[in-house]
């Protein structure tokens, strides 16, 4: 539904860009097109990587890992998991749901969520190819701690 | 040809992983082939789009819209309209760093850079709904109201710790080892169009800097940017 919301506004302003100036309008797909093709490949490897990753390590050894007996251990479980895999959000949000189902802790979910996220292992070289390795360990790290946080924060509220 | 197997290593790894399970566990290589299209479904769903709005602003938008609105003295409103361009983004957080990286060119300050990345990975709104029906109103809530302080907090942090010169100095802007004229390549868009004649910004930089190009020549650069750029290398 975003990804329609996107596209369509995208094609909107191009076309608008279009009738005011076909030569910059021009101009931007030229880079758009570069832009694209210059990151595709590596951006295609890495989301194989981790479809492989995710294929061999099976859902329920990460069902065990979060909902160990203790609770801040599967929270570090938790926030490490979701660093190191990303997941589209319509599929992340119903295994967590699963996973809640099935015994995981909820602070423990709520560290992975967020941590999958905003935290990425996997796009890290994406992100070091744009910012540079200084920005990109110190967002990441730095994203790591508040997830725990706040999952420290929600056991307090809920 | 080493430059071209550095760009693709990962590749040429993924590959060789692939044909590696392929042969040992077949049934785990449909797998993993059915999860790897599902991403990159997502991927060819968001990236074109998003490429097609940098494209544009890179082309409309003038850097003083950018500084005003999200640079350094752009204060609490320009994190808050930060947080906001991320929440109503759409996709995968890697789709947000060619974005936000092009608004930093133009002047955004690093601090609303990663906030607009980390709202765009975690505030997402219409991600909220869905985390909300599958995990509750007060689940969602709760979590809500924590991540985005956090996300302010994280932004300033990595603001005060990178210098905006080191950050830019990295990325697609510029490839090439060589930076002896860093000002220049800065103060130039950094999309590498190549209407100048020249490869790269940073070889156009280094070309007008020994004199032999004119700022003009740049059919990206506002009134603005060349008036820089001659003041630069009249007193450079």
């Known amino acids: ?158 | 040809m080493k430059e071209l197997l550095g760009k693709n290593r990962l590749m040429v790894f993924t590959l060789l992983a692939y044909a590696l399970v392929f042969a040992l566990a077949p049934p785990l290589f449909w797998d993993a082939l059915e999860n790897t299209w599902m991403y990159v479904r997502e991927m060819l769903e968001i990236l074109p789009a998003v490429f097609v709005l940098t494209g544009l602003i890179t082309v409309w938008v003038p850097p003083r819209v950018i500084i005003d609105n999200f640079g350094g003295s752009s204060g609490l409103r320009g994190k808050l309209i930060s947080v906001l361009i991320g929440s109503v983004s759409a996709g995968p957080i890697y789709a947000a760093f060619p974005f936000t990286h092009s608004l930093l060119h133009k002047g955004a300050s690093l601090a609303n850079v990663v906030i607009m990345i980390s709202a765009w990975a975690v505030v997402k709104l219409p991600m909220l709904i869905v985390e909300s029906r599958f995990l509750g109103i007060h689940f969602t809530a709760v979590r809500f109201l924590f991540t985005v302080p956090a996300i302010l907090a994280i932004g300033a942090m990595v603001g005060a710790r990178t210098s905006r010169e080191g950050v830019m100095a990295v990325g697609p802007v510029d490839e090439s080892p060589v930076d002896t004229h860093g000002y220049l390549r800065e103060v130039l868009t950094g999309v590498n169009c190549g209407a100048c004649g020249y490869a790269s910004c940073s070889e156009f930089a280094r070309a007008l800097h020994r004199g032999d190009a004119d700022i003009d020549e740049c059919n990206l650069a506002d009134e603005e940017t060349k008036e820089k750029v001659r003041h630069m290398l009249r007193i450079g």
């Open chain 1, 1 to 158: 539904m975003t990804a329609v919301i996107l596209i369509a506004g995208a094609v909107i302003l191009l076309l608008v860009s279009w009738r005011f100036d076909r030569e910059r309008t021009k101009e931007s797909l030229r880079l758009a097109k570069a832009q694209f093709l210059g990151i595709a490949v590596q951006i295609g490897a890495i989301l194989a990587l981790v479809g492989l990753v995710l294929a061999i390590i099976p859902e329920g050894y990460i069902r065990s890992l979060l909902g160990g007996p203790s609770v801040a251990l599967s929270t570090l479980f938790g926030a490490a998991i979701g660093t190191v895999t990303i997941l589209p959000a319509f599929v992340a949000f119903p295994l967590a749901a699963s996973l809640i189902e099935r015994g995981a802790h909820v602070v423990s979910v709520a560290a992975f969520i967020t941590t999958l996220t905003m935290v990425g292992f996997a796009t890290l070289p994406i992100e070091i190819r744009y910012f540079g390795k200084r920005f990109a360990l110190l967002r990441n790290g730095a994203s790591f701690l508040a997830a725990l946080l706040i999952a420290l924060g929600m056991v307090t509220l809920l």
